[in-house]
């Protein structure tokens, strides 16, 4: 039973509710009120009537309104009129000697007793007023007793009763509740349409709610809600399925962006991996057959198989690579310098490139050191402030350290720094070009070190591999002040890229030339590996052309004393 009448009320929609219920309450709230009135109503005109009563039953009143009698007569006026107060006078002895409704019919007479004594009439007149029935029972009277003073015989006290009828109050009482109850219903009525009213108005948003959800459950992700007002609930409520629905759609998209993206990246990995697998067992085949009958043959092929599975490794660790980047995995901080870990990068750069001119461009050192004594055959050349066209020439600017080439240092013409000064022999002209001078402080940035060396050396083998032999690069090491970001810049002068795919070179396995990343041994994940460690510090980095020709690429990372904490890689 109780579960049906559940069912049920859920059946009910929500306007009807709201209305049923507020009737209810307000027909309550008026029934109440009428009660109340009512209940308070009635003794007030009963204290009315007895204060009326206590009045009329003096003795000059009794004597001369409702006896009918003159002062000190003692006849009865048998023939007096009717009054609307019916009065009893009991002697000394309790007896009822006069009333004044002999012309009232029996039946409709107060019932009084025919004998009350002046002890039971004090009772009755400390009392006040009490109801009283006529000898039929069918008309209410309200009565009260009055001891007096008795002219015959002298002094002697009698009994007074006075009654009359409230048929007034009823009628009192039946008008109010009539004009109550009318306009009650009215009241009802009113308030049920009212509110009916108010509450369609209010809710009428909300079928636009669930239009907009219909809309959203068919596919359509693009509908939004308006048209209530914000500081209503309805307004918060739309303004909160709106911010929903944008994350919502939001997630849809990133989510078919990221399938899709997995979807090339499963097809670009499984290509790449074909196809040294596709050239081994070619190698593994023309060898179990018996194709490589010379040893130049055996060794060629063992060369070629030996390039592949080099080739395939590199793949497979950059793989490994980008899925430990992401993974939500908190980054091994601590305060990193770019200027160091430029020269590095360059140094690394000569190592492998010894024909190659690498220039660092850095801001200056925090305390100048004091230069070595040169060792017997070391040839080095000065710093110097690296200068600009329209720009003065200063010893706050950056300065553009020699860099060495391998060449010289083979031949013995070296220079040790001691760990603090930087080791070159080249200049080279200034990369950045940021507002304010430059601090007299390392460029510090929150990193994990490892990565931001992965970072440098990938963008250096990016140069390395595209450009030209004897073809110079830059490093560039500046401090934007007021972005409080750290800039670091690796500049090569090649071919370039074409400024239509700047964003795209940064997706994996994306390249603009198929072949060239296969005859240059790379992944075509480098740039991607850039991108997530890059983002995972909280950074960012860009592509731009080199003046002159070539491709600029820029790294920027919050300074270590800035707000901008890095995240977890692949957060």
């Known amino acids: 039973m ?77 023939d007096a009129s009717p009054s609307d107060y019916f009065a009893a006078l009991y002697d000394s002895t309790g007896d009822l000697v006069r009333t004044n409704w002999s012309n009232i019919p029996f039946s ?10 002046v002890t039971d009439g004090k009772q009755l007149q400390s009392q006040g007023g009490y109801p009283l029935t006529s000898n039929d029972g069918r008309i209410a009277y309200r009565a009260m007793a009055q001891v007096v003073t008795l002219t015959s015989p002298a002094g002697a006290l009698g009994t007074a009763i006075v009654a009359t009828n409230t048929s007034q109050i009823d009628t009192v009482m039946a008008s109010f509740l009539a004009i109550f109850l009318g306009f009650g219903v009215i009241v009802i009525i009113v308030g049920a349409g009212l509110t009916r009213m108010l509450v369609t108005t209010t809710f009428s948003p909300l079928r636009e709610v669930e239009q907009t959800a219909a809309a959203i459950a068919d596919g359509d992700f693009s509908q939004r809600l308006g048209g209530a007002t914000p500081n209503t609930e309805v307004g918060r409520l739309n303004r909160s399925l709106n911010t929903m629905l944008n994350r919502i759609d939001r997630a849809f998209s990133d989510r078919a962006r990221t399938i899709d993206q997995m979807r090339r990246f499963v097809g670009d990995a499984s290509h790449e991996l074909r196809t040294p697998l596709v050239s081994l067992r070619g190698y593994a085949e023309l060898y179990r057959m018996g194709a490589l009958q010379t040893s130049d043959d055996v060794a060629q092929a063992m060369d070629r198989i030996e390039k592949e599975a080099i080739r395939m490794g590199i793949l497979v660790e950059d793989l490994l690579e980008l899925a430990r980047l992401d993974e939500t995995k908190p980054l091994e901080l601590k305060a990193v310098d770019l200027v160091a870990i430029a020269r590095d990068a360059a140094m690394d750069a000569m190592a492998g490139s010894p024909g190659r001119i690498v220039t660092v461009i850095a801001p200056p050192p925090v305390a100048a050191v004091a230069p070595e004594p040169e060792e017997p055959g070391v040839e080095t050349a000065p710093l110097r402030v690296a200068d600009q066209p329209g720009r003065p020439t200063s010893a706050t600017g950056p300065i553009a350290f020699a860099g060495a080439t391998l060449a010289r240092l083979r031949r013995g013409r070296t220079r040790r720094s001691g760990g603090t ?33 992965q970072v440098v050396t990938n963008l250096m083998g990016n140069a390395l591999r595209y450009t030209a032999s004897d073809s110079p690069i830059e490093i560039g090491v500046q401090i934007d002040h007021r972005a409080e970001r750290a800039v670091l810049e690796v500049r090569d002068h090649g071919d370039g890229i074409p400024p239509q795919i700047h964003e795209k070179i940064f997706q994996r396995f994306w390249r603009a030339d198929t072949s060239r990343t296969r005859e240059t041994g790379g992944s075509g994940l480098g740039l991607a590996i850039v991108s997530s460690i890059v983002a995972a510090h909280n950074g960012s980095v860009d592509v731009v052309e080199t003046p002159g020709g ?3 690429f820029r790294v920027s990372l919050p300074l270590a004393d800035s707000t901008a904490a890095p995240k977890p890689v692949g957060g």
């Open 2 to 78: 109780h579960s049906r009448l559940l069912d049920r009320w859920n059946a009910i929609s929500l306007r009807t509710k709201i209305t049923g219920v507020t009737v209810l309450m307000l027909t309550l709230g008026l029934l109440v009120t009428g009660i109340g009135t009512m209940s308070m109503l009635k003794p007030v005109l009963l204290d009315q009537l007895d204060a009326q009563l206590s009045a009329a039953s003096g003795a000059n009143y009794l004597n001369t309104y409702l006896f009918g009698t003159s002062s000190g007569s003692a006849k009865i006026a048998t």
């Open 108 to 117: 409709s007479r107060p019932a009084v007793p025919d004998h009350i004594s």
């Open 421 to 453: 000064g930087p080791i070159a022999i080249a200049t080279g002209e200034e990369l950045i070009s940021l507002p304010g001078s430059p601090p007299a402080h390392p460029a510090l940035v929150l990193a994990e070190e490892n990565k931001l060396r």
């Open 550 to 552: 070539g491709a600029t």
